[in-house]
Structures are given as C-alpha cells and as structure tokens.
C-alpha cells in the first residue's frame, strides 16, 4: 500500500487534487452514474455546496444532474489510470445555461457550468502534481488553452463553448496522455484522480448541468 499526502488545493474555485493516503486500484470503476454508482465519489465544498444529484430521464437513461446557485463544490475519484493501455477519456455532458460577463482567465471569472479534470500526482514532490481541465466555456473558443488563474500546474482548455448547443447530450473523447504533454512538455503515463465541479461562487449566477458516465478506452 503506498501512502501519499492528498491535497485539494483551491483558491476561489479551482479544484485541484493533489494525492492524499489511498490505496491504488487495479481495477477502477469511474463514473458509472448510468448504474446508479457513486461509491467511488467524494465531495468536496468550498463555498456552499453544488447540488449533485442521480436523476433519471426515460430517452438518457440515469446520469448525473449538477445545480450551482452561487456555490462551489466538486467531487473526486480517487482512481490510478494507466495510461499506457488506456489513454483515452471518454464522457458525455449537457449544458442548460452559461455565464454572462464572466472573464474566465481571471480568479473573479474562474466559473465554469461543467468541468471534468485528471490530476497526476507528484507524489512527495506534490509540487510537481499537474491537472488538466476540460471545461465547457462561456466565451472562450473551442479548443482555446490558458493556464489556471489559480496555479501554473492546472492547465483548462475549452472543449466546449457558449450557447449554441445548450441542452444537447454531448459525446466528448481526449487523449489525456497527449494533453499532458502538450500542456507540459513530460510524458504522463499514470494519472491518479478524476474530478467534476460545477462552480457558480465568483460570478453569483447558476447554471444546471448534467454529468454522463465517465470511463477509459485504449482508443
């Protein structure tokens, strides 16, 4: 059993997980909210809580269901992915609403409606543990990349943008291997955390969101 300090660090909303005292899984269950799993999953609030809630929809099926009303908490897997056999991070999401005025690269504005983030743990160097964010933005580009405006080991990029697919189901797939090291220039080949957060705090709106499950694939 190998024992690393855990820690969530977060200055206004970010989330980032840093590793604390668990045990390694060989076999990781991850996001199966289609199943009405959540054994895997941690809150963690910073300022009152999102609501996270299993819901049900006859077309969709069960899937993760996220109210933010001036709030931000996330929740986290603990969870040792290898990369080398499964580099791919597969997930679906919908969005109800976006922000308004919100400026994204700064900590005033750092709200997103969905984010789904891996962290690769530093393990004692936990100043060397490194995030990557796939967040759906409201007025950033697609495929837009930016550097936390908590810390420089989170890196957030735009998989998704405004208001022009709102309230669609979306398949998302990113190579997460290949994200870190364009992000950060070293070749990842565990990460040992999943995270979502749907924050509203800084800018005082709400969104609502959806969360599909959420699992690896080789290709």
Not at 49 to 67: C, H, P, S
Not at 104 to 132: C, L, M, Q
Request: with cysteine; net charge negative.
């Amino acid at each position: 059993m190998l024992k690393h300090k855990f820690l969530i660090h977060t200055i206004s909303t970010v989330f980032i997980v840093l590793i604390a005292q668990f045990t390694f899984s060989q076999t990781p269950s991850i996001g199966l909210f289609s199943q009405g799993d959540m054994s895997c999953w941690e809150e963690q609030s910073f300022v009152s809580n999102t609501q996270y809630q299993l819901v049900e929809e006859q077309d969709q099926g069960q899937f993760l269901k996220a109210y933010s009303q001036s709030a931000a908490s996330g929740i986290f897997c603990e969870v040792t992915i290898d990369l080398t056999e499964t580099p791919y991070l597969n997930w679906s999401w919908k969005v109800d609403n976006i922000y308004s005025e919100n400026d994204e690269h700064s900590r005033a504005g750092d709200d997103y409606p969905v984010r789904i983030f891996v962290v690769a743990s530093g393990g004692i160097f936990f100043w060397n543990t490194k995030a990557v964010n796939y967040v759906w933005s409201s007025n950033q580009q697609v495929d837009s990349q930016w550097e936390s405006a908590v810390t420089k080991n989170a890196m957030m990029l735009a998989v998704r943008s405004g208001d022009k697919v709102l309230g669609q189901w979306l398949n998302e797939k990113r190579n997460i291997r290949e994200d870190f090291s364009a992000f950060f220039g070293v070749d990842i080949t565990e990460i040992h955390a999943i995270a979502i957060m749907s924050d509203s705090d800084n800018t005082g709106q709400s969104a609502t969101a959806y969360y599909g499950d959420i699992f690896f694939t080789a290709q």
